[in-house]
Antibody, heavy 122, light 108 residues
Framework: QLQLQESGPGLVKPSETLSLTCTVS??????????WGWIRQPPGKGLEWIGN???????YYNSALKSRVTLSIDKSKNQFSLKLNSVTTADTAVYYC??????????????WGQGILVTVSS | SSELTQDPAVSVAVGQTVRITCQGD??????ATWYQQKPGQAPVVVIY????RPSGIPDRFSGSTSGDSTASLTIIGAQAEDEADYYC??????????FGGGAKVTVL
């Protein structure tokens, strides 16, 4: 059964870089069909797509965050990672990693990790 | 446009039917995927594609598309456990992914 688990610091200072890793178990991250992505949810608010990465390293980013976001993938560890630089309090959110199916039908995000709360505060 | 619009809240009596809509230009080309999110939990897919339910999702959940740009999630015979936030999701031809703002469903 495919499972994803986020890890990283729960507290980041303003202007610093938020770094999270997602460990995938139960399937290879080298799938030629699925993307691996990040979605966040500020407390009490809705879901926001951050970006996706393919096993080859090609990535898509939310245009609103693109200048601050970098996704990477480590096939040897079956992990992918998120870096968000120059964070502000507006970046405080639960961050989810997930597997994405992108097809002519649409997008399907399943499964999701349990989420990790990252607070930006000095 | 890369936006999806949902009504923010809706209520339904136990056993009755509720429809949640999602509107956006991307739905002219792609189906919506619908997610249920309960407090403190990650979202779970309830409907994807034209009207497919993952295993374990009750058949009281169904999806449809009307007109050119509106998708709907219908719960027929709502149960107390269906009280949750529901999000629609789609993509565009550039590979961007978007979510609706979410609809809070209250079961009375």
């Amino acid at each position: 059964q495919l499972q994803l688990q986020e890890s990283g610091p729960g507290l980041v200072k303003p202007s610093e870089t938020l770094s999270l890793t997602c460990t995938v178990s139960g399937d290879s991250i080298s799938s030629t069909y699925y993307y691996w992505g990040w979605i966040r949810q500020p407390p009490g608010k809705g879901l926001e797509w951050i970006g996706n990465i393919f096993y080859s390293g090609s990535a898509y980013y939310n245009s609103a965050l693109k200048s601050r976001v970098t996704l990477s993938i480590d096939k040897s560890k079956n992990q992918f990672s998120l870096k968000l630089n120059s964070v502000t309090t507006a970046d405080t959110a639960v961050y989810y990693c997930a597997r994405l199916e992108m097809s002519y039908i649409g997008s399907r995000i399943d499964p999701w990790g349990q989420g990790i709360l990252v607070t930006v505060s000095s | 446009s890369s936006e999806l619009t949902q009504d923010p809240a809706v209520s339904v009596a136990v056993g009755q039917t509720v429809r949640i809509t999602c509107q956006g230009d991307s739905l002219r080309s792609y189906f919506a995927t619908w997610y249920q999110q309960k407090p403190g939990q990650a979202p779970v897919v309830v409907i994807y594609g034209e009207n497919d339910r993952p295993s374990g999702i009750p058949d009281r959940f169904s999806g449809s598309t009307s007109g050119d740009s509106t998708a709907s999630l219908t719960i027929i015979g709502a149960q107390a456990e269906d009280e949750a936030d529901y999000y629609c999701n789609s993509r565009d031809s550039s590979g961007n992914v978007m979510f609706g703002g979410g609809a809070k469903v209250t079961v009375l």
